[in-house]
């Protein structure tokens, strides 16, 4: 690994104060890094802190304490106006819900355009105009829909806009928040597959949130599970699958249905309890199973998993 | 098999839609049957009319729509005189569907538990309305048996819960409270249209247990309204997969699964990753559905199929019975005896292999 990472996060929190004597901890010291032009997924049901840390990263919300490192720079503290500048053009975002983020009254060179207009990134209008056809055309849609309303498409279709919005700043670093959660399974299949073609070409990196784990397993290099605000296990998706440590991980294995009737009618899922177990998120440290694969647990609880 | 009891059954149901942009003729006769205490799943993309028909079931279409052919029969066993009864559910007035049918007989679990509960009620209210509504009986008897129920759906502390309000609980619980209030009147078929795709997995696989638990207790049926594979096959006996307004493929679980004959059947089959694929691509089926305000000629899914015919692009093709099978029937030119051999994709059929090897 001669490479430096793309984003480092260090012991990232991220804290809502609700009223004065109660404060959610929706991300409580998470720590990870990206690889140019690597996927890396972050699975957990809803309110783990999935959102939460990809929003805290692209500073939609300022991290209560802790580093993020991004491309070299350190973006977690205090920042100028010239640096959120950078950061905005280097890191960009694709939301889950299509119809929600597109502006309904624009037309879609100006939806995808916006970025440049913003950056001053063009000299003259036909410039900008090529700018966008080509990121149409990157993106699976034809020229002629440049002038269309968002309303004129069908989910696929925003979606791949989004795309197309994300990429024209040529971004080293894309979040993608349940990018396709919201959409048809054929339609996944089809986004998923335009992302990777996509992170092929550009070599950008990709930060993957989704509770869909076949689809995570299937689009990631690198892995991380949150439940509850902290990364309970980390590491490569074969290692993952093939050998999930952390109960909370098989819970989340076992739960997912399998296309195959005769092995699913007979299955159960696996119930995880964190109370019933008696585990404490904040005594456990990070163990090292193989290579890249740690797991959040005290010294017996390792024991244990590992048996 | 012969003491199965057909309690629902949809007859070339023709449902259309008037809207500024034209007629859209958005069920295009549709045919199913569903007996008493099994689960059938309608499988099929957004717009294809999965809602829509169920929709149509529960007598509450959107007001530009009506239906211009077709029968949906209803048949049960009157509580009081104890003989057989059966409506056409179309031709029925409204007040009777409202008064004997809605959420007396055939109950409904929607996608969304936020929108589909009152935010200004008690959970335990709202459990309770549907009882004193349909049956008149007591307030102190409608408690108790809201208790009974939230006990059977798997919360806990049951009387704590009672008045509480739906913003106070997780997305999990507010579906269970939404299926609480479904069995509050005893249905005998209760339909769940996409009811865990605003869960995540964990509370999914519960969620689905939990149907099949009451199910079984209850001798309930229920039709699944879902896309994902994955729930179809942990849930359901028998599969309709549906395409433009029509039903291009059904039969038993296992047939669809493992003998899928129609090519988009093998393109939906394609399309969802398994915890085992790694192949560079995902498969994907070209093309978008097509738009129902226009007249379809032919078979709607050739334009998109590329194992269409020529006939495809101008006869509509029938039902045709799968050999050897009384429940697996296909609508595709494929399967009449003169048409061409043509084999599902390579992938899919090795992909099927393994499933079946897994199976084993």
Known sequence: MAQEPILVVK????????????????????????????????????????????????????????????????????????????????????????????????????????????????????????????????????????????????????????????????PDLIIADEAISALDVSIQAQVVNLMKKIQKEMG??????????????????????????????????????????????????????????????????????????????????????????????????????TK | MDTRKKILEVKDLKISFKTDGGTVKAIRGVNLALHQGETIAIVGESGSGKSVTTKAIMGILAGNGSIDGGQILYRWTDENSGEE???????????????????????????????????????????????????????????????????????????RRMPTYPHQHSGGMRQRVVIAIALACDPYVMICDEPTTALDVTIQAKFLELVQDIQKKKNLSVIYITHDLGVVAKVADYVNVMYAGKIVETGTIDEIFYDPRHPYTWGLLSAMPDLDTDDDELYTIPGTPPNLAHEVKGDAFAPRNQFALNIDLRVEPPMFDVEGSETHKVASWLMHPKAPKIEMPKELKHRLEKMKEAAK
């Not at chain 1, 350190?74 to 053009?89: V, Y």
């Open chain 1, 11 to 170: 012991d990232l929190k991220q804290y809502f104060k609700v009223s004065r004597s109660f404060t959610v901890k929706a991300v409580d010291g998470i720590s990870f890094d990206i690889m140019p032009g690597e996927t890396y997924g972050l699975v957990g049901e809803s309110g783990s802190g999935k959102s939460t840390t990809g929003r805290s990263i692209i500073r939609l919300y300022k991290p209560t304490a802790g580093q993020i490192t991004f491309n070299g720079k350190d973006i977690s503290g205090k920042m100028s106006k010239e640096s959120i500048k950078e950061l905005r053009t280097h890191m960009q975002m694709i939301f889950q819900d299509p119809m929600a983020c597109l502006n309904p009254r624009k037309k879609v060179v100006d939806i995808i355009g916006e970025g440049l207009d913003i950056h001053h990134a063009y000299s003259s209008m036909e410039e900008r105009n090529e700018k966008v056809y080509q990121m149409l055309e990157l993106v699976g849609l034809s020229r002629e829909f440049a002038t269309r309303y968002p309303h004129q498409f069908s989910g696929g279709q925003r979606q791949r806009i989004g795309i197309a919005r994300a990429l024209i700043m040529n």
């Open chain 1, 204 to 305: 950008v990196a990709i930060l993957f949130i989704a509770h869909d784990l076949s689809m995570v397993k299937y689009i990631s290099d690198r892995i991380g599970v949150l439940h509850l605000g902290h990364l309970v296990e980390a590491g490569t998706s074969d290692e993952i699958f093939a050998n999930p440590i952390h109960p909370y991980t098989k819970s989340l294995l076992s739960a997912i249905p399998h296309p195959n009737p005769r092995v699913e009618k007979t299955r159960k899922s696996f119930t995880y309890d964190k109370k019933a177990e008696g585990i404490d998120y904040t005594v456990g440290t990070q163990h090292f199973v193989s290579d890249t694969h740690y797991v959040l647990a005290t010294d017996e609880e390792f024991e244990k998993w």
């Open chain 2, 85 to 159: 009864k059966e409506v056409d559910l179309v031709k029925v007035d409204e007040s009777f569907m409202q008064k004997e049918i809605r959420g007396r007989k055939i109950a409904m679990v929607f996608q969304d538990p936020m929108t589909s509960l009152n935010p200004t009620m008690t959970i335990g209210n709202q459990i309770m309305e549907p009882m004193i509504h349909h049956y008149g009986i007591s307030k102190d008897e409608a408690y108790k048996k809201a208790v009974e129920l939230l006990d059977l759906v798997g919360i806990t502390d049951p009387e």
